[in-house]
């Protein structure tokens, strides 16, 4: 898709840390024991597989989000089919040959790990086929909701993970030399591809100047090149139609008035060397938006609503929105101010500063960071977002409710002959993904009782609701 060597490398390792990271999750998925209201009763809560798992990944990471649902579905039973981004087909094809390859190694059909490519109706038939008990789907907010619908149409369940608006807000007492390159490479790394990478940059009166003469020389450093190439740094924008996005993008902001203090357009064909002069390369731009209303005190500042689409929509390009405040609770406004909610960033050196922005009136974002920038995820934390972002998680232990199916199973008074149904219940909660993954199935909810008198135990369907 056009990342830099050193990104593809990192995405690729990321795949591997958190399949590692799923095969200790896998120790985890422990059912529940819980007391029962009818006297001599017990409840236990059993987790067995879900099914199958559909996964639409996009472009922009083509390996990482993949291994993310992979992992952790797998580890907890499910199959998936992978419908990549039709424009990546190659990355899904051999992470596929891999995969598959290795689950045959370990006796257990390829097809647990299934891909199928295509564009707009293969992902259409993947979403609506009641065969594909969960969806997840990582894109724009406008096919997201799409994708909701459908899923939600037939009871399925569904992960979302759409995109965001994220802002960096660099107070006072901040210490520069760590804001400075955070916020350039949260800008300009995958060339503002990525879902978390910093969109809008809000910015101390006092230290405004200075930091903006900063990164206005890192931007001036930056040169593309080929993304093979070991030095490069920049890389293309993915398609011709990234293009566009960037270019009215540009556009909007000259006709707002807007200052533009790096970058505005595209590379011109004299500075890319053969074979470059084709690609998609474009300026990576800082902008100073003026304000949607002249009533506001600071001229080059947005109103608290972020009232203009300028701040309120994300552009998956290297554009970055900037403006003054004076005081922090102007500063987390306007961050919370957008529909999206993904990640968020604060630099400061005091702790109040910090319990404001961490507490119930700091950021509204999913992603809440301190003196780190917008960009990046751990695998294990929650990684997702908030308000039209989405919040399930992809990362952490929390997962864990997502891809298993949870049954409620009510024992009566248990005689020492069925101690074998406890046995048998306790190994299926931890038989691990090898046995389910290969055999997943659906389980109806059950009620298993038990009969004293005759020493016999039963599990029947329990047709309640």
């Known amino acids: 898709m056009g990342k830099i060597r050193t990104e593809g490398v990192g995405e690729v390792q990321e795949f591997v840390d958190i399949c590692d990271y799923a095969v200790g999750l896998s120790r985890m998925m422990n059912g529940r024991v819980v007391s029962s209201e009818r006297p001599g009763h017990t409840i236990l809560e059993v987790p067995n597989p879900l099914g199958v798992l559909g996964v639409l990944s996009a472009f922009n990471f083509p390996v990482a989000v993949y291994g993310w649902n992979l992992s952790i579905s797998m580890a907890a039973g499910n199959a998936t089919i992978w419908k990549p981004s039709p424009t990546t087909p190659l990355c899904s094809i051999a992470v596929t040959k891999i995969v598959s390859s290795v689950l045959e190694k370990n006796d257990i059909p390829g097809a647990v790990a299934g891909l199928v490519a295509g564009g707009k109706d293969v992902g259409e038939v993947l979403v609506q086929s009641r065969e594909v008990d969960m969806v997840s789907f990582t894109g724009s907010e406008n096919v997201g909701r799409i994708v909701g619908k459908n899923v939600q149409s037939k009871f399925g369940k569904i992960l979302l993970e759409l995109g965001g608006n994220n802002a960096a807000i660099v107070m006072l007492d901040a210490d520069l030399s760590l804001a400075v390159p955070a916020v350039f490479f949260g800008s300009v790394g995958t060339a503002g591809q990525r879902c978390t990478s910093t969109r809008r940059l809000f910015l101390h009166r006092a230290i405004a100047p200075e930091f903006l003469s900063r990164l206005q020389n890192l931007y001036a450093s930056l040169k593309p090149g080929d993304p ?58 800082i902008a100073v938006p003026k304000a949607a209303t002249h009533s506001h005190p600071h001229p080059h500042s947005p109103p608290p609503s972020a009232g203009s689409q300028l701040w309120a929509t994300e552009r998956f ?121 290969t055999f997943p199935t659906r389980h109806p909810s059950r009620k298993v009782s038990t009969s004293p008198r005759h020493n016999r135990t039963s599990v029947t369907q329990d047709k309640r609701r």
């Open 228 to 285: 093979l190439d070991a030095g490069t740094l920049l890389g293309p924008l993915h398609t011709r139609a990234a293009l566009d996005i960037y270019d009215g993008a540009i556009a909007e902001l000259r006709v707002a008035g807007a200052d533009i203090l790096a970058g505005g357009g595209r590379y011109d064909v004299a500075d890319l060397p053969h074979p470059l002069d084709g690609g998609n390369f474009v300026r990576p731009t």
């Open 317 to 437: 390009a290297p554009v970055l929105y900037a403006a003054v405040f004076d005081e922090l609770e102007e500063a987390i406004a306007w961050n919370n101010a957008v529909p999206q909610g993904l990640s968020s960033s604060l630099w400061t050196r005091d702790v109040r500063h910090v319990g404001r922005w961490i507490g119930p009136a700091g950021s509204d974002a999913g992603i809440v960071n301190v003196n780190v920038g917008t960009s990046g995820a751990e695998i294990g934390a929650a990684f997702g977002g908030n308000k039209v972002s989405f919040p399930p998680p992809h990362f952490g232990v929390d997962t864990l409710t997502l891809t298993p199916s949870y049954h409620s199973l009510l024992l009566s008074r248990v005689p020492v002959g069925a101690a074998s149904l406890v046995a048998t219940l306790g190994n299926n909660m931890y038989a691990g993904a090898r046995a389910r993954s």
